[in-house]
């Protein structure tokens, strides 16, 4: 075993990205279009990958930890083969190698037929659920929600005419946020959560139809994105044919904010919004907000440069590429050690002296939580002659526990949490400060197909969060029960 | 993924060990016993491995494909830390690395109290019991016999009053080999099905109690053998304390014959007999049914060498050492490329020219399934100057399958399959050739507490081979379905 | 053996990054600078690396293919432990791992005391030294210039009354390109050649001193650029003190344009000019030189983002972010099969649709080589509905081989070999094409203290170029001799 | 960089094994049949490998640390591809994996056409050698004596008019123990020292000539041994010609005793004297001088049982199978941790209870030198019920070091150093101790061409040690000079 990624965790981070493709004819096409899918979603999980394939009938899968290159090695592509239908999963993890267990899609067995599935979000009643089954007898492997799902899909599958009625009478039992994919021996299916919580869409590849986290996936395989799957809608192609079933339709919805914020790809467009267009009005809000004498704005790379260009191009102030990151951190699988940790924190970035020695500069980031990343980014910049260093947010403070699929290390001390911005300033050393508003929020989503969640933001919930229950906190390592041994 | 082991399986091969501890108090030796257990087990199945321990109530559990050492590696042990209780499982299995999931012990969440279990054997229904679990909602992740006993165990757990009650009337549902270690939260459970195919067998080690498939891991550990789990038996150790439950004993049982023949070590001790004397006395018998007029006797290393030296002294004809093992055959993880496995076979053994050059040697060997080891021996023989080659083989020749956990593999040419001896011997240019005879086989057992399966020799079943059914022999690597996708 | 890595390679190639750093005290310190400055300068150089260290006299080395993560892991900074010196090389290398044997720095003992040397650059009377040096009874283990260099030494310190001395005296016999650095058991000792082609400088870092090929190194350690070794000086640290012997001075001096247009990172400040200006201005030119009636300047990502920059500044065309990079290409450490380097193609880049759909597009790149990367940059814009592209090139085009350590692979087609700009617009399907004039490129080096080398776009080298010899053409991996035996 | 092997190392220690072959024509066999030997060799070194070859006049070569299978892998295999000649080494070294550098052949250019080398042995006066090498300006890499031959070779083929006549020339130089395989385009050279101290022989392999340190190899390939190369001899393989150089021939010789009494294979034959036969007239020599009332003789596995059947045969005793070795240890990658270490010495050996218990048992071992493996032997013993234990080893005790090739670790608590034989048998609690009588050991080579060197028991050494030098102690890893810059 070997160790843990994404240790510099300076963010928060997406559950998932799942993807499905339902090609005209068998082929190799169809597991290397999965690949180069799962590539591109690559950011919305990096703990644990893999992908099922459906080839006259027979399903069979690959899923292990590692990025995509890693646990999709030519055995592993020879292995898939050829397919007409193949779905696939990327996902972050809590658990490192250990996590094994957790990776997904899941292939299983059943009497009607078998399926795989994957999923982006997280339940709220997960736990209710799990009670429930197994006191009906089902047994567990791992703590993921996925396995409800699956658990939950089975029974109802017994009763019912097909494998979409029996997501659709299975949606009725889910509560929480789930973007499912899930593949029979004929049919791809695609169903979103009424909320709309995680984003999800539906493209042409090819002769055919795929269901995809992020559009980005589409283009990334030159094909294009046809529209989003609805809240609530389940989806189903089926011998080249798309229809829905729209149930659970008919609710307002709500996306993560976070997803136009950080999450998702600049390049993808999310219920109808720009991600890249999104984050320039973000910047633009914040330069109307909270406007700065200065001579340059720079964005904190990769995520912060898309605002920090809506706030030079709505304040009139020179753009500048004022930090570099270095491409090479993070690319190694060796686990680190803490000489190397410490490194990749040092290494990440560098400051460009031509564009700041002597200006006053505004740095653009899209959130704070641990704050390590931009603490030395705010130190390069000092250390490089800038005279004044004024920071904009663009996005709200975190105030409220995420129950629906966005994840905030609990080791990582919050910047945030419990400290007022002007705390926040001078623990930061910066001239000025300013976030977005949560507010404004709303008007960075124009015009998005549904509303935003901004429940981390403002602690007010789209959907009822979970009760509380000290299992939920449990370690999913551990696989542990609720302590003792109940018999006698 | 790195590549397939074993591939010169040139021998039937066994399917699995267990082993578990309860150790009087917690702490890091529970683990690194079992370690060492799995490792004097590792004859037994070197696919996959894992352990699981029971550490305050909490159960965690380790498992993947490789060798103990390459599972159990430093960053697993740390994770397993401190228990009580641990068991254990090395695994033989057709799958490669692909197999991964197969591999256990099997950790798994209950409402009644997690369990981790694994087991040793093969059952005969198998697909009756499947299919009736999935009818009732169940689903499966594996075809492994394994996640069938877990799941009837589940479902027999709600009802019954205790865990070992569980397991004594999951028994009465299971037909065919099974040798079960099982851990909840506070027991060790061992139980052997009514035929006992498999052997398990109880010892001493510190202050506390083990179970291991054979008796040589208690040695190893500076323990001691107490007694064999006799069949039907369910063995629990709670809290220092050793107590049965016998609803399922009083047949007469039926050891595997070819556990003493081959799959076990020589310093175990299997249901009261000494392996390594097992084999002795089949040299012997060997010796008066199939006499030689010869010079020297030599085995073939390893497991044809006690059954040699019995021959040797039953014909008082000198024991020589006329075949070399490269004690560093099969030492390397990546996955062999063809001229490797061409290179693995001749490297395999060398002759001792001065043993036999212009000698009339017999030759020891347990049994003949592809035959390409002996031959290339065999050939090895000639070139050193042997004046007549005469083979032996202490055990009669396959004829039959095994549906109790003997595993051939099903690609490899039976050189014995639709030959006669004469065949076989013409085939393999020797002057004489001969076989253990069926009928001989109960004397190498002699002493023992059960009689001997000798199905795989004879036809002649202990216990009813299971129903015909083709998915039975569909790859455990597809997770396949039964083709089509029933509904409309 | 892993496989080769950087395959993707649409660019020229740098050759090498060096550091050195001398402390006051010896600690552990001295290596973690080094790694972390090696990891400031992986762009120099991915396919193999090493440190070297000074310990109370005694030297010791660690080096080997891969990244610098992978070839420094724990057991190697252990390894290194604490030193006072520390030297670390980056290298691209044409062999893959096949190239273990040219990682630097190499270790050498010698009867004046032991050194460790490494260096940047090509030798142009390589292959005369070698000759002369082998018929003086030397022998090679590797056909790099470094083992050449190391061997010129060699005999010079036996005759010279220090190290310094004696590689002043080597310079003397060395032609071409070469930033060297190397160590005593006392002395940091670094040398650029007379033309300074390649880049060299001088920094502090703690309380002691440090050689760089580049700054950023320095200022990622928390230290500063002091300044630059100038073209023929050997500078020496000893015991805290900083001196140099500058019998090799006095030329004018030419750095290699293309460090400033591609190579170097942007926060990097080389010969008194800052890279990230550097390329402002070459954008700045383009927008004078070749104007386009276009909406929007986007740069291609990472090296062209600064020129793009520059242009629309400039011209007064909005900035924009229209192509994003895959954060994730390249992070395997597997050898690619042929599908996956064709995703990696597929994946590198998206295209933001909000940004281009309907706009007339400037696209600033750096340079073309094979046009791989650039022409599916220009697919995605097209099929992300640019109105029109305007292909805007930062650097001349390459039509003349590089003698002084830039390396572009004989194996990539080079899109404009051949072609004139008009045939290349064509090929590229962009409605208009400028490349920055060759006359032009001293401009972008406002500022600097010595010259340009412009011979890969002129063929006007600064320094003589090699005398022609097919040997210089064979393959580094074969260690092969001039083909026949030449004895009788 | 994983971890070292070997580290059981319970006894002294090959430094290495040397093969060549020149074939009749170009193949992918000549590289396979090296693959083959290698594996046949590789119990003489463990640490490190690695081929060259020649192809049409151009030589290249793999070479790693590593087992044979690990480091001559498919991608090795390939690069290496057709040849007519190659030449191959497996190496111990103290060093691990640092010690990548010193793997051999060492492949060389050199004006006078290029040459692989590589050699078993030790040289006496290395330091000497090296000393004036570098006042001549040689560097080097490494601190191996076959760098320092090499050096020397270097030089002298400048003066002299053939590849051989420069070796007979380099052997005027060199001092101590060394078994040389070389190659040039066209030729393949083998050479031993005028002592013979390691073994070297001449054997046929498909129409062609190869040499090899023991005839195992040969037969492992279907080849024959044709005869040894005697001390002092250069034999020569040129276009399907052997021929020799006979200068430094006419000595009296003398091998180590201990390859015949543990290092060599049972089934090589060295100087004319098998090693299976020398192994069992040690065991009845044993018999006569050390009877002993037992009931059973028992070999310590694997290296022991030769003997042990030797006393039995001439002691009358009958011979046991009474200890089983793991099959399974050390057949891991992964750097041991101290858990598993320990495991691996209890693990390593089983006690067969039906032989031993309430049995008087003579053990034979082929000698002692931490003891670790024999003290858990002779627990396993008692613990099996033996009623006496008679230990009786195979050689004598060493007392004085060796200079000539065989390696004792001096991290290594010798029991025999200090102790005379009833300390020792105290300190092992056996109830009678009998050695080898260095008096009796020619008589184990009962036949041989040349004598045996028994310095390493009587200090008799048939050459000259090498002078007392601190540098000779000084680790190989460290490639530390000598402390102090000599300059001012």
Redesign the interface.
């Known amino acids: 075993?070997s160790?843990m990624r994404g240790f510099l965790a300076d963010k928060p981070r997406e559950e998932c990205g799942v993807f499905g493709v339902c090609a005209q004819e068998k082929g190799r096409e169809v597991v290397?279009s999965t690949?180069?899918a799962l590539?591109?979603l690559?950011?919305r999980g990096?703990m644990s990958c893999g992908i099922a394939v459906s080839e006259d009938?027979?399903?069979?899968?690959?899923r292990?930890s590692g990025?995509?290159?890693?646990v999709l090695?030519?055995?592993?592509?020879d292995?898939l083969g050829q397919a007409q239908i193949a779905i696939g999963h990327v996902r972050y993890g809590s658990g490192g190698n250990?996590d094994?267990a957790s990776a997904q899609p899941?292939?299983?067995?059943?009497?009607?037929?078998?399926i795989a599935i994957c999923f982006n979000g997280a339940l709220t009643n997960a736990h209710e659920l799990?009670?429930e089954l197994?006191?009906?007898?089902?047994?567990?492997?791992t703590?993921t929600d996925c396995e409800v799902i699956?658990?939950v899909f089975?029974?109802e599958r017994?009763r019912a005419?097909?494998?979409e009625k029996a997501l659709e009478n299975t949606m009725g039992r889910l509560k929480g946020a789930y973007s499912i994919v899930l593949m029979?021996?004929?049919?791809l299916i695609a169903a979103r959560d009424p909320i709309g919580f995680r984003p999800l869409c539906i493209g042409r590849v090819g002769g055919g139809y795929a269901v995809s986290s992020e559009s980005?996936a589409f283009?990334?395989?030159?094909g294009e994105l046809l529209r989003d799957i609805a809240p609530g809608e389940v989806a189903v192609v089926r011998e080249g044919e798309l229809f829905s079933l729209k149930a659970h339709c008919g609710g307002k919805g709500a996306l993560c904010a976070y997803e136009l914020v950080y999450f998702a790809?600049?390049?993808s467009?999310l219920d109808g919004v720009?991600v890249?267009?999104a984050r320039l009005r973000a910047g633009a809000i914040l330069a109307q907000k909270h406007p700065a004498k200065a001579d340059v704005v720079i964005g904190a790379p990769?995520t912060g440069?898309?605002a920090a260009?809506g706030y030079a191009?709505a304040s009139g102030l020179?753009?500048?590429?004022g930090l570099?990151k270095?491409?090479?951190?993070?690319?190694?699988?060796?686990g680190?050690?803490s000489?190397?940790r410490?490194?990749?924190v040092?290494?990440k970035l560098?400051?460009?002296?031509?564009?700041v020695k002597g200006k006053r500069v505004v740095v653009v980031d899209d959130s704070i939580v641990r704050g390590t990343t931009i603490a030395q980014a705010l130190r390069?910049l000092r250390?490089?002659g800038a005279a004044e260093v004024h920071l904009r947010i663009s996005s709200p403070p975190f105030r409220h526990p995420c129950y629906f699929g966005t994840y905030i290390d609990p080791g990582e001390a919050l910047v945030t949490a419990g400290m007022d911005a002007e705390g926040i300033r001078r623990a930061l050393l910066v001239d000025s400060l300013g976030y977005l508003d949560a507010a404004d929020m709303p008007k960075i989503a124009e015009g998005a197909r549904l509303g935003l969640c901004l429940g981390c933001f403002t602690g007010d919930y789209p959907a009822e969060p979970p009760k509380p229950f000290e299992d939920k906190y449990l370690s999913p390592?551990?696989?542990?029960?609720r302590?003792?041994?109940?018999?006698?």
Not at 483 to 488: A, H, R, S, W
């Open positions: 075993m160790a290397s690949y180069v590539y591109a690559q950011h990096q009938g027979l399903l069979r899968g690959v292990d990025l995509v290159p890693e090695d030519q055995e592993a592509l292995f250990r094994k899941l292939v299983l067995r059943h009497v009607k037929g078998n799990r009670d197994e006191l009906g007898g089902a047994i567990f492997h703590l699956a658990q089975t029974r017994l005419p097909s494998t029979s021996a004929r049919k980005c283009e990334t395989l030159g790809r600049p390049d467009v720009s890249h267009a990769d440069l898309d260009l191009q020179p753009y500048g590429i570099i270095n491409r090479y951190v993070g690319r190694t699988l060796a680190p050690n000489a190397q410490q490194a990749e040092e290494i560098g400051a460009v002296e031509h564009v390069l250390e490089a390592l551990s696989l542990s029960g302590g003792e041994d109940k018999e006698q």
